[in-house]
């Protein structure tokens, strides 16, 4: 069983920067494929970066690709998302979620363990 707890979200103006924390439970974050995924008011969830159990491999949304950056801290049980240049359409709650395929995957039902989300607002 993995516990996730989403933190760092909050209001920004457009062009501005956030970054997002996810904080696993267990002794086995390690061997978890980690992803972020998002939903905006009125539609379906999206993918938005995944990163393999190493951190060797990640994945990103076409949307996002050179502005977020996924990375993770093994030993600290936690995965960030680092949201630069954000835009108004960035405007979502932001989900970790927790995948038993050790791989970065864009899949959402390949996912396992979901957190409670955060909100992040851009205003133009």
């Known amino acids: 069983q993995v516990q996730l707890v989403e933190s760092g979200g909050g209001l920004v103006q457009a062009g501005g920067s956030l970054r997002l924390s996810c904080a696993a439970s267990g002794r086995t974050f390690s061997s978890y494929g980690m992803g972020w995924f998002r939903q905006a008011p009125g539609k379906e969830r999206e993918f938005v970066a995944a990163i393999s159990w190493s951190g060797g491999s990640t994945y990103y949304a076409d949307s996002v690709k050179g502005r977020f950056t996924i990375s993770r801290d093994n030993a600290k049980n936690t995965v960030y998302l680092q949201m630069n240049s954000l835009k108004p359409e960035d405007t979502a709650v932001y989900y970790c979620?927790?995948?038993?395929?050790?791989?970065?995957?864009?899949?959402?039902?390949?996912?396992?363990?979901w957190g409670q989300g955060t909100q992040v607002t851009v205003s133009s």
């Open positions: 979620a927790a995948s038993q395929f050790r791989v970065a995957t864009m899949r959402s039902y390949e996912y396992d363990y």
